[in-house]
């Protein structure tokens, strides 16, 4: 049976075209736009594939969409520099001239990284998304004792916390998620994604604990708010102000975890390598 006629995305009557190619990208998350909710990221490249021409494939029926499917964004406040999409074109495109295309049609703040094809059937990357990296600056917190904290996180069997979400409090194991956290060496400042891959100032950062943590892609999602809400009240673990959280990385849980420097990781649950 064909497909049921709608209108474009211009308004006009026209029949769904089939899709010819699925492309995930990478994009970066940076500045101000660390604020922007995933809704308003969504709405952000649903306009910038319009305003770049890119021949985008619709749904059929009387309220066609966009063809773009997203796995689980970074929270509003968390800047990263690993979220990804998904989009169906209807027309063949170079991975190169999208990634160009998009990156002068976005906001400032976000940031195509690149853009790579996908095998015909499109979603099956996300399934390798199964463990973020993360960065969290501890603003007022020494190192020394989130070496401590860390330690003695890591050492614990489960570690409970509630968060407060539209749908009431939900309680968590922040534990069960972490696979591998260390504190990182603030000397010399490393590479700050916020600021495009400049150089963090050394003196800022020297005041502050930088910790390393590898969470999996849990459904709920236990973020690294939540690892901080149970690292806090040990050993001097009380931020001076809002931690400021980067996602450096998604991917296989192979490909993230390693030995850590304050232990070795933790096993992930069954059917998890």
């Known amino acids: 049976m064909p497909e049921r006629a709608g209108p474009g995305p211009a308004g006009t009557a026209s029949a769904a075209r089939p899709t010819v190619q699925h492309l995930v990208v990478r994009y970066a998350k940076r500045?101000?736009?660390r604020f922007a909710s995933h809704r308003d990221v969504a709405r952000a490249f649903e306009r910038g594939v319009r305003r770049a021409g890119?021949?985008?494939a619709y749904?059929?029926?009387f309220t066609p969409h966009p063809k773009l499917s997203y796995p689980g964004g970074a929270p509003t406040g968390v800047a990263s520099e690993a979220e990804y999409l998904s989009l169906a074109l209807t027309d063949?495109?170079?991975e190169a001239q999208v990634c160009q295309q998009l990156n002068a049609a976005l906001p400032d703040g976000i940031d195509v990284i690149d853009?790579?094809?996908e095998a015909p059937g499109g979603s099956a990357f996300f399934g390798d998304l199964e463990a973020s990296e993360w960065r969290v600056v501890l603003p007022g917190v020494a190192p020394a004792a989130a070496q401590r904290a860390v330690a003695g996180f890591l050492a614990?069997?489960?570690a409970p916390v509630e968060r407060l979400t539209d749908k009431g409090v939900r309680r968590l194991d922040a534990r069960a998620a972490v696979v591998e956290m260390d504190v990182v060496p603030t000397g010399p400042a490393p590479a700050d994604p916020d600021s495009g891959g400049q150089r963090a100032a050394a003196p800022g950062l020297r005041d502050c604990a930088i910790l390393r943590m590898v969470v999996l892609?849990?459904?709920p999602a236990v973020r690294p708010e939540d690892v901080v809400t149970a690292l806090r009240g040990q050993d001097g673990i009380e931020p001076s102000s809002p931690p400021m959280t980067t996602r450096l990385a998604q991917g296989p849980l192979a490909r993230l975890a390693g030995t850590t420097q304050t232990g070795a990781a933790r096993p992930g649950p069954k059917g998890v390598s």
Request: glycine share 14%; net charge positive.
């Open 217 to 219: 892609n849990t459904a």
């Open 59 to 61: 749904s059929a029926g």
């Open 92 to 94: 063949r495109r170079a």
């Open 54 to 56: 890119l021949p985008i």
């Open 31 to 33: 500045g101000k736009m």
């Open 115 to 117: 853009v790579i094809e």
């Open 156 to 158: 614990l069997g489960e």
